[in-house]
């Protein structure tokens, strides 16, 4: 019955090479987030979807692309992976804004640590 | 842009004791929500406490304590009675009315000391 849940929960990969991490959400939510916490634990917003379309697009890589196939699913892909790829990626679901006082905000995935070597 | 400080990047308490972690704010806005969240070891992200920025009265759940400090935007967290499973990454987060997104602080690390 997990809300958010994401896969792999690891994956180790090499430099430049191509890889996805796929997260899908059973909350019924609208939203969906990518977020990277860095090695010093920094999380920051990549993207955002709303109802499958982009409505956040961080400074990010063309590397990374986000891909929707239906409101409860947000895959990540990323092409010639490098060092600096190597964080924690969560996904996230969030409610209509109007339950974001009664509910959490934000449902994060349990991360997927990505290292490349 | 609005930007969240921790400006403690590690802390710790010994069991049972107070610990009040610091979180500082930046924005133009009037009208936004302000969140601890809780990062275990696990990796998991848990909602400690939320808290309103029309409200006056600071938010408390159990343990858990805010000092909101609007003028100031200071928002820092008090848990007291400090347990061993209160040992984790504890992140501020901000939260505009209009916003899409939550911007979260660097996080500081709590150690629980027995």
């Known amino acids: 019955d997990t809300a958010v849940s994401q896969t792999p929960k690891y994956l180790v990969t090499q430099m430049g090479n191509d890889k996805s991490i796929k997260c899908e959400q059973n909350l019924g939510h609208d939203t969906m987030y990518w977020y990277k916490q860095d090695s010093k634990k920094f999380l920051k917003i990549m993207f955002s979807?709303?109802?499958?379309?982009?409505?956040i697009n961080e400074t990010v890589p063309n590397r990374f692309s986000p891909k929707s196939p239906d409101k409860a699913h947000l895959n990540l892909h990323i092409n010639s992976l490098e060092l600096g790829d190597s964080a924690v990626y969560f996904c996230?679901?969030?409610?209509?804004?109007?339950?974001?006082?009664?509910?959490?905000?934000?449902?994060f995935g349990n991360g997927t640590r990505l290292t490349v070597t | 842009a609005q930007t969240v400080t921790q400006s403690q990047p590690e802390m710790s308490v010994q069991e049972a004791e107070t610990v009040t972690l610091s979180c500082t704010y930046d924005t133009s806005e009037s009208d936004y929500y302000l969140f601890w969240y809780k990062q275990p070891p696990s990796r998991q992200m848990i909602l400690v406490i939320r808290q309103e920025a029309y409200k006056q009265q600071n938010a408390t759940e159990n343990r858990f304590s805010v000092n909101f400090q609007k003028a100031a935007k200071s928002f820092s967290l008090k848990i007291s009675d400090s347990q061993l499973g209160d040992a984790a990454m504890y992140f501020c987060?901000?939260?505009?009315?209009?916003?899409?997104?939550?911007?979260f602080g660097q996080g500081t690390r709590l150690t629980i000391n027995p």
């Open positions: 987060a901000y939260l505009g009315r209009g916003a899409q997104k939550l911007v």
């Open positions: 996230a679901s969030s409610p209509t804004r109007g339950a974001w006082f009664q509910d959490s905000p934000l449902h």
């Open positions: 979807y709303n109802n499958k379309e982009l409505i």
